[in-house]
């Protein structure tokens, strides 16, 4: 499997060609599309192990794109908005979105966080030794099929909230201060939106525990971060 194929989904020509130029320096083939429609088409024919998506496009809106494409794959999304509402940061997370970027930005920085994601997608679709999988009673973790199942039923998860949920579980016990967790995750400068992580925790509690507001795994320790409490 390659790692190289970057898609673009942006409708303004000219902040999509400098991402591509800076992207391609970096040895990326980059594919643009400059409306929903043609991005849905191109996520089918190309296979892109990364998308860099704007929020607001044209003919299909990218939070509508963004559920067609993470129901199909679990390649990472960098969604790209030049709204400053924390409202649309939380849904686009919520929706599958690994990350987001706000206009303007920095095309440097966004390249660190597409080589940062690849980097993390890499080691979880191609681990290089098989592991173990964790289980805690009726939650399975399966870090080689990249699964969880809960009382016999697989569990959908993002490609980050698996990550997430990988590295507080198989740290049992282990508090996490939310700047560790920053780093092992998402492995660039979180530059304190401690929200993102907040918005995570809250979307795996949904999915793996019984009563999210009272929570059997994922404990919160107030003041510090979140630690892991399976038996």
């Known amino acids: 499997m390659t790692f190289k194929r970057i898609l673009i989904v942006e409708d303004e020509i000219e902040l999509a060609e400098l991402i591509k130029d800076y992207l391609e320096k970096e040895g990326f083939e980059v594919t643009h599309a400059i409306d929903g429609e043609e991005g849905l088409q191109q996520f089918q024919d190309t296979d892109p192990s990364l998308v860099i998506l704007d929020l607001m496009l044209p003919k299909m809106d990218g939070m509508e794109l963004c559920r067609r494409m993470r129901s199909k794959a679990m390649m990472p999304i960098i969604m790209m908005t030049a709204k400053g509402s924390d409202t649309d940061k939380i849904v686009g997370l919520g929706i599958g ?29 191609e681990p290089p030794n ?91 320790v107030w003041g510090v971060g979140y630690k892991f409490k399976g038996e």
């Open 130 to 220: 098989q592991q173990q999988s964790l289980k805690f009673g009726n939650l399975i973790i399966d870090p080689n099929e990249y699964k969880v199942t809960l009382n016999g039923q697989v569990i959908d998860l993002s490609a980050r909230e698996f990550k997430l949920l990988h590295v507080l579980a198989s740290n049992r016990g282990q508090v996490f201060t939310k700047d560790q967790l920053f780093d092992k995750v998402w492995s660039y400068d979180h530059m304190g939106d401690y929200n993102t992580l907040t918005v995570y925790i809250r979307k795996i509690r949904e999915k793996i525990e019984h009563d999210p507001s009272n929570p059997v795994y994922i404990k919160t």
């Open 97 to 125: 979105a690994d990350d987001y970027i706000t206009k303007p930005f920095s095309p440097s920085e966004l390249v660190a966080r597409v080589k940062a994601h690849i980097r993390r997608y890499r080691y979880y679709s």
